[in-house]
């Protein structure tokens, strides 16, 4: 008999869980009184029935019921003496606040925050840098209003914006708010209170907004954003172009004047235009940051696109098509969950350094959640693979020949 030393006595599941710190769940019951009234549905209960249909992408609770069911003599790995009834399942997710969910991932990332940081970001800059965007969540019915005007068939879905403040360092979010499509992006910054003084915070141009600009530079925070093509400004003075970067066009000192409260106010800010090679076409970036280079600025703005590909991340492995619930609190919390199960796979991920795809990684945990099989060789095993292959490939390289001259300058 094959004796694999990829098989333990705990599921996959049960890894990922052993990451949840309990002191984490005990506090958070604590706080928020979160069992006071859910005797049939205890929070860890319900964490890990939600956290169970996430990572095996299930579409109803009734799945998850029958799933979970299936796993009886398994159950006492992950701590659950008993399966939860979709009734009750779909009563916690209704009357439990999406809030509770929301502390658990926000504790959870205090702990790990530094262990999922990419090394590759180590610079002083990355490591201040905020991005700030949202994502909309299409909904199966009208449950908040929806985005765009209404249609003529009178059957638009409603919708749900995810608002994101995103830690580059890390590239998991440090703060989330949850409101209805309909509402502006910009209405965000009324919840951005806790960002550290001389922190850098990059943005599309959907949250230009010259009071909250005045309002950043007052909390020395800085903000890097694309200035808008109708901008009426007057150049103040322009700065000396570095050598060593001949794709930067202008760096100037710029003042923007507009009207707020019926009273015209000025404001200064420095204005950047560089011309994209890959594009081909200029981008003028606009900050309230005279200390770094033009080079930094750019640079800063490009990372904004980190937002994007946490976006992709989580939808795409974590698809959020189907929901567990009809209510906008049942919608959050499994919004929260599916962003502590990705937190978990991703510290995962990281402490082993794997060259494996993070879908690999998420799709084996889908297929073989409630199997005896330990993660970490697993993903040591595709690293081996990985270097057998790489060996493999370069011994079968044909030699190159050497030149003849090169071949006598050695004989002479």
Same mark, same amino acid.
């Given at each position: ?30 706080? #928020? ?150 509402? #502006? ?61 001949? #794709? ?165």
């Amino acid at each position: 008999m094959n004796k694999s030393t990829e098989f333990v006595g705990q599921p996959i599941f049960s890894q990922l869980l052993s990451l949840l710190d309990q002191k984490v769940i005990r506090e958070t019951i604590k706080e #928020h009184k979160a069992n006071r009234c859910y005797k049939q549905l205890f929070l860890w209960d319900h964490l890990v029935s939600m956290l169970y249909g996430i990572y095996t992408n299930c579409t109803s609770l009734r799945e998850i019921q029958y799933g979970l069911e299936v796993c009886q003599g398994k159950l006492r790995h992950i701590n659950l003496n008993k399966v939860p009834p979709r009734s009750t399942l779909s009563d916690g997710n209704k009357q439990r606040p999406s809030k509770v969910f929301g502390s658990i991932y926000q504790k959870l990332y205090d702990i790990y925050k530094h262990s999922i940081s990419d090394s590759r970001l180590k610079a002083t800059v990355i490591q201040r840098l905020y991005i700030l965007d949202s994502t909309t969540i299409s909904l199966f019915k009208a449950i908040l209003k929806p985005a765009g005007r209404k249609r003529k068939d009178g059957k638009s879905k409603g919708g749900m914006k995810v608002h994101t403040l995103l830690n580059a360092d890390t590239n998991m979010p440090s703060f989330i708010k949850y409101t209805a499509a309909a509402l #502006h992006d910009q209405q965000f910054y009324k919840y951005i209170k806790e960002l550290p003084d001389y922190s850098i915070i990059a943005f599309d141009k959907a949250y230009i907004n010259y009071l909250q600009f005045d309002v950043f530079t007052k909390r020395y925070i800085f903000y890097v954003t694309r200035q808008k093509d109708n901008a009426d400004y007057t150049t103040i003075e322009e700065f000396t172009l570095p050598d060593d970067a001949q #794709h930067i066009l202008k760096d100037e000192r710029i003042e923007i004047t507009y009207t707020a409260n019926k009273e015209q106010i000025k404001q200064q800010m420095r204005r950047i235009a560089v011309f994209s090679v890959k594009y081909n076409k200029a981008f003028v970036y606009i900050t309230n940051n005279f200390e770094l280079t033009a080079v930094e600025i750019a640079a800063i703005y490009e990372n904004r696109w980190q937002i994007e590909t946490f976006f992709k991340k989580l939808k795409q492995n974590f698809p959020l098509t189907y929901f567990f619930g009809d209510n906008s609190n049942a919608i959050e919390i499994q919004i929260w969950c599916a962003l502590i199960a990705l937190l978990l796979l991703d510290v995962t991920h990281k402490a082993h350094k794997s060259k494996m795809a993070f879908s690999i990684l998420a799709t084996i945990v889908r297929l073989h959640i409630m199997n005896y099989i330990d993660l970490s060789a697993i993903i040591d095993t595709f690293k081996q693979k990985r270097k057998r292959i790489k060996s493999n490939q370069e011994s079968h390289k044909p030699k190159k020949e050497q030149h003849p001259a090169f071949q006598m300058s050695f004989e002479m």
